[in-house]
């Protein structure tokens, strides 16, 4: 089945860690992006690929960084964690830049 | 870049009962969607309709792209319905990037 995953879908971590979030997908498509949402407000794109290989920040200033060696995997990276990290962080895909996208379960992040 | 608006941004209903959520954005859009997230934050689509009607069960979406605006209606409300409801609009970012920006959401609350 055509699906978009992300794990851990929960981590508490200690400020200082090293952390990656992971995101695959099996739409078969080729755009990809990074989400970050606070409790209670709205979405903001902070990284986006076009394809293997291809990286943009988006408008929301990060501090974490991404990959893109294989199509289907698109994983977020922070090399040392803070508690102003403390977020939803969700993973998208469409098939052309866009279109519809369509959204991975999330993964809430605690940073202590 | 575009701004969306969304009211009501809280929403109360008892259960069997009606409702309208409006979203505005203040420039032409190449698409719009709208998700439902749930209680474990999960973005569950509901419509994508870049303009006209849609309908699905009970849930049906008009956007009236020329005036800037989309309405989401909700018939016979169940508490299922409860939860966060986003509208977001895809644009053209420019050198090829297409960005997709979210209202703050209408939080929506139906009671047994």
């Known amino acids: 089945e055509a699906d978009i995953y992300q794990t851990p879908r929960y981590l508490v971590i200690g400020t200082g860690k090293k952390i990656t979030l992971e995101c695959s997908q099996t739409?078969?498509?080729?755009?990809m992006y990074w989400y970050q949402q606070d409790p209670g407000m709205e979405l903001h794109l902070i990284h986006y690929?076009?394809?293997?290989?291809?990286?943009e920040k988006g408008d929301l200033s990060s501090e974490s960084t991404v990959s893109r060696i294989r199509t289907e995997h698109f994983p977020l990276t922070l090399e040392s964690a803070r508690p102003s990290h403390t977020s939803q962080y969700l993973c998208?895909?469409?098939?052309?830049?866009?279109?519809?996208?369509?959204f991975g379960p999330g993964t809430r992040l605690t940073v202590l | 870049g575009i701004q969306v608006e969304q009211s009501p941004p809280d929403l109360i209903l008892q259960e069997g009962a009606n409702s309208t959520l409006r979203c505005n954005f203040s420039?032409?859009?190449?698409?719009l969607q709208w998700f439902h997230q749930n209680p474990w934050g999960q973005l569950i689509n509901l419509f994508y309709i870049p303009s006209g009607t849609k309908q699905n069960g009970r849930l049906s979406a008009t956007t009236v792209a020329t005036e800037r605006y989309s309405l989401l209606y909700i018939s016979s409300s169940q508490t299922t319905d409860s939860g966060v409801y986003f509208c977001?609009?895809?644009?053209?970012?420019?050198?090829?990037?297409?960005?997709?920006?979210f209202g703050k959401g209408t939080k929506l609350s139906v009671i047994p």
């Open positions: 998208a895909s469409s098939e052309y830049a866009g279109s519809e996208q369509f």
């Open positions: 739409m078969g498509h080729d755009k």
């Open positions: 977001a609009v895809n644009g053209y970012s420019g050198a090829g990037s297409y960005q997709l920006t």
């Open positions: 690929s076009y394809g293997v290989n291809s990286t």
């Open positions: 420039d032409s859009v190449n698409n």
